[in-house]
């Protein structure tokens, strides 16, 4: 059987899926992170996936190279504000952060 | 091969944002690496220069219409008024921003600089004609605004805001990317005029799916309900200047970034979008104003009262026609000046020990601080939409020109919604005019820059209400070529 667009979308769909699962079910804020990793990722199979078998020429992996960037940024923030948020309350659970209340 | 063309009309549309993000790194690396450390209003000077040099950029550029990088950025009516609004919003936070931080004790000097980066990502979003462009635009922002709701480290409230609105902000990006891949499948393209030259071939859930991820990533940074949940813990938490800066500029570029991508680039897709934005545009006014009626903290209150102001602006996209794009932009224009006054009559009150932001540390505000009361007063009213102040006219067009193509029933809403709202501005209007002080005075101080800024707020919603025709004609003419 050849491996053609539709099998690599369906993995880019697991994966997308499995990224939002975990974003919506971790209360470790690292966790979230790392769904939030997959999600990128699932999109970036699909925009090379595309640019292999689709029409959009080289656009796609030029994309993907520019979330890898991005991804490398937003974990360096992520990072620095769950390290504050340790540093102030010794925790890193996302549902025990919750002081402001209307 | 793909070639990247760059001549003069390259130049032209980069160097507005490009000078401020400029500004904001020489500002940076000299508050780093200066000899002896710069105190905080010499930094923050050296941005505003960085902001004065995309504004010189921006009103020399006023009027010229070309298209750049092969179609996927713009320099146009629109991007050009979009700059100066984000242009205006970013050089008043930093206005307010002098003297409130450091009462705070956030001696921070990053905070200049980042503001300066954020608002090149707005100005990169204002003039996206590329879903890869307008991503980037949204991220550079974002990232730097991240950073700035989380500047007050040892507050946990301001890290907590950082938190929140880091994690679904990255989320949403998640959905932004996922929609990007869903056109870029479906039509080959990710600039606007691909998009729109593949539509009509494209395979139709994929459409759907692909307008739908949009709508929840731009909702997100737009405030849209059902995605507004992070917005009154992020504004509350934030350092009331960043609150100002994201209630304004960050909200206007996804407004201009949204109006455009759907009134260009989907334009052809408009009875799909059109529905979804009127259900999402009564929804979050609606939301936003009942909400708004029960909250006892002003700065809270003004936070759902933005989403309510989104939802308003939201109600002009779903109009679609070019006269709602012009009544949007001018809509912003509006609102940028009274919900920055608003914020920064809040910012006065806050002391170094409490942010004195409840509505009930505003009673008897009159007597103790007439003027601040009556700046806050003339915001208030501007923001109810009561005439001739800079809100109402911002209103005015947006329901003119529901009427105009034929949905009355929005514009009803849209005025009913007014209605609820006038109710919670007049409350605190009543409390610093008409209520006894509660407490002592608080040891209020004096800051020159931030007074600076009021004023300027106050003149600026006067001043658009009273004469919004220049601008409304603008920024009509500038929709005029978008919406084909």
């Given at each position: 059987m050849e491996i053609g667009l539709n099998h690599y979308l369906v993995v880019g769909l697991l994966v997308f899926l499995a990224g939002v699962f975990t974003v919506l079910t971790r209360r470790n804020a690292i966790g979230v992170l790392m769904g939030v990793e997959l999600v990128l990722n699932s999109a970036n199979i699909n925009y090379i996936a595309f640019s292999r078998f689709?029409?959009?020429?080289l656009e796609g992996q030029i994309f993907s190279i520019f979330v890898i960037m991005l991804a490398a940024a937003e974990a360096a923030i992520g990072l620095a504000i769950v390290l504050g948020i340790y540093r102030k309350f010794q925790t890193i659970d996302v549902e025990e952060v919750d002081s402001l209340r209307g | 091969m793909i070639q990247v063309p760059f001549g003069t009309a390259e130049w032209q549309s980069i160097a507005p944002f490009s000078l401020v993000a400029i500004g904001g790194m020489i500002a940076l690396l000299w508050a780093v690496f200066a000899e002896e450390r710069p105190g905080t209003t010499s930094v923050m000077w050296m941005s505003q220069a960085g902001l004065a040099a995309g504004l010189v950029a921006t009103i020399a550029l006023l009027g010229s219409e070309k298209a750049s990088f092969g179609g996927t950025f713009a320099l146009d009516g629109v991007s050009l008024l979009a700059n100066l609004v984000f242009l205006l919003s970013a050089s008043m936070t930093l206005f307010m921003a002098q003297g409130h931080l450091e009462s705070m004790g956030v001696r921070a000097r990053e905070f200049y600089p980042l503001v300066l980066f954020a608002t090149a990502g707005m100005m990169i979003m204002g003039a996206a004609r590329d879903l890869v462009i307008l991503f980037l635009g949204i991220e550079v922002m974002s990232l730097a605004a991240y950073v700035l709701a989380g500047i007050h480290r040892r507050d946990p409230g301001s890290t907590e805001a950082a938190l929140k609105y880091f994690v679904l902000g990255a989320f949403a990006t998640c959905f932004l990317l996922y929609g990007i891949a869903a056109f870029y499948g479906a039509t080959g393209a990710t600039s606007y005029d691909g998009i729109r030259a593949g539509l009509a071939s494209a395979p139709r859930a994929a459409l759907i799916g692909g307008v739908a991820l949009l709508v929840v990533a731009l909702g997100f940074k737009a405030a849209i309900v059902p995605f507004q949940a992070w917005t009154p813990d992020v504004y509350q938490g934030a350092p009331t200047a960043v609150t100002a800066l994201m209630s304004v500029g960050v909200k206007a570029a996804a407004f201009v970034g949204i109006t455009r991508l759907f009134l260009d680039g989907l334009g052809p897709l408009h009875q799909d979008w059109q529905r979804i934005f009127w259900v999402l545009a009564v929804l979050t006014m609606t939301v936003g104003n009942v909400f708004a009626l029960v909250q006892g903290n002003v700065k809270r209150m003004l936070a759902y009262s933005s989403i309510a102001h989104a939802g308003y602006l939201l109600a002009g996209v779903a109009v679609g026609t070019s006269r709602a794009g012009g009544a949007v932009l001018l809509y912003l224009f509006t609102y940028a000046f009274m919900t920055l006054g608003a914020f920064g009559v809040l910012i006065a009150l806050g002391t170094g020990e409490k942010p004195n932001d409840d509505l009930d540390d505003l009673r008897g505000l009159a007597d103790r601080r007439p003027l601040l009361a009556g700046a806050m007063t003339i915001f208030l009213l501007s923001l109810t939409g009561?005439?001739?102040?800079?809100g109402f006219v911002g209103k005015f067009y947006v329901v003119e020109s529901a009427v105009n193509a034929g949905w009355f029933w929005l514009a009803i809403l849209l005025v009913l919604n007014s209605a609820i709202a006038a109710y919670y501005y007049l409350a605190v209007i009543v409390a610093m005019w008409m209520r006894d002080p509660i407490g002592d005075e608080p040891a209020w101080e004096s800051r020159p820059y931030l007074a600076a800024a009021l004023l300027a707020a106050t003149v600026g919603t006067v001043l658009v209400g009273l004469f919004p025709s220049g601008t409304l004609d603008f920024a009509r003419h500038a929709f005029a070529s978008i919406v084909r």
């Open positions: 689709g029409t959009g020429g | 009561i005439p001739p102040l800079a």
